[in-house]
T-cell receptor
Framework: GAVVSQHPSWVICKSGTSVKIECRSLDFQATTMFWYRQFPKQSLMLMATSNEGSKATYEQGVEKDKFLINHASLTLSTLTVTSAHPEDSSFYIC?????????????FGPGTRLTVT | QQQVKQSPQSLIVQKGGISIINCAYENTAFDYFPWYQQFPGKGPALLIAIRPDVSEKKEGRFTISFNKSAKQFSLHIMDSQPGDSATYFCAARRHFQGAQKLVFGQGTRLTINP
């Protein structure tokens, strides 16, 4: 089963409104989570690293005031797209590292499809 | 130097054939190389991964071959099935400012013809 969940799986919002996406680690604690953005037929682009209890670290070119990240607990990180515009329409995916006896890996959530009209 | 170059961009293989996807990197600081499988509208799923001190890793029909001196690694899918049709991404891990980050290749769209 999935080790990382996201909610909602898809959302449609009007231009100018804000949208919050939740990312949860299931059955494990994640002090660090990652937020990616993916355009159709393109690769994953890392937007930011979410750190529990501290400020997120944003990649170059990502507007931190537009993409607000909060990592309030060891199992929950949220991404809020503020004042969304049609160009923000994309597939947003979160991930977290999980180390188990079977090996180490970065596991991704199922993604959230955002459409801004 | 932070890039991972993946090829081909798309690949069509007949059912039962071998699918081969290649990746190359420059940064010798990368220390972990996973492959992900992604179906349309879904998040990437970790398929198989390898560390640079190993030349080959096999899990079922999936094999990673790793050539450290050439800084290349590849994914081989044996006995390819229509259900393997998906986009595959290679990646490489780097450590930056205390965090482990993945650098992704451009992706390969694999189609297995029945």
């Amino acid at each position: 089963g999935a080790v990382v969940s996201q909610h909602p799986s898809w959302v449609i919002c009007k231009s100018g409104t804000s949208v919050k996406i939740e990312c949860r680690s299931l059955d494990f604690q994640a002090t660090t989570m990652f937020w990616y953005r993916q355009f159709p037929k393109q690769s994953l682009m890392l937007m930011a690293t979410s750190n529990e209890g501290s400020k997120a670290t944003y990649e170059q070119g990502v507007e931190k005031d537009k993409f607000l990240i909060n990592h309030a607990s060891l199992t929950l990180s949220t991404l809020t797209v503020t004042s969304a515009h049609p160009e923000d329409s994309s597939f947003y995916i979160c991930s977290a590292w999980l180390g188990t006896s079977g090996g180490l890996g970065q596991y991704f959530g199922p993604g959230t499809r955002l459409t801004v009209t | 130097q932070q890039q991972v170059k993946q090829s081909p961009q798309s690949l069509i293989v007949q059912k039962g054939g071998i699918s081969i996807i290649n990746c190359a990197y420059e940064n010798t600081a990368f220390d972990y190389f996973p492959w992900y499988q992604q179906f349309p509208g879904k998040g990437p799923a970790l398929l198989i991964a390898i560390r640079p001190d190993v030349s080959e890793k096999k899990e079922g029909r999936f094999t990673i071959s790793f050539n450290k001196s050439a800084k290349q690694f590849s994914l081989h899918i044996m006995d390819s099935q229509p259900g393997d049709s998906a986009t595959y991404f290679c990646a490489a891990r780097r450590h930056f400012q205390g965090a482990q980050k993945l650098v992704f290749g451009q992706g390969t769209r694999l189609t297995i013809n029945p």
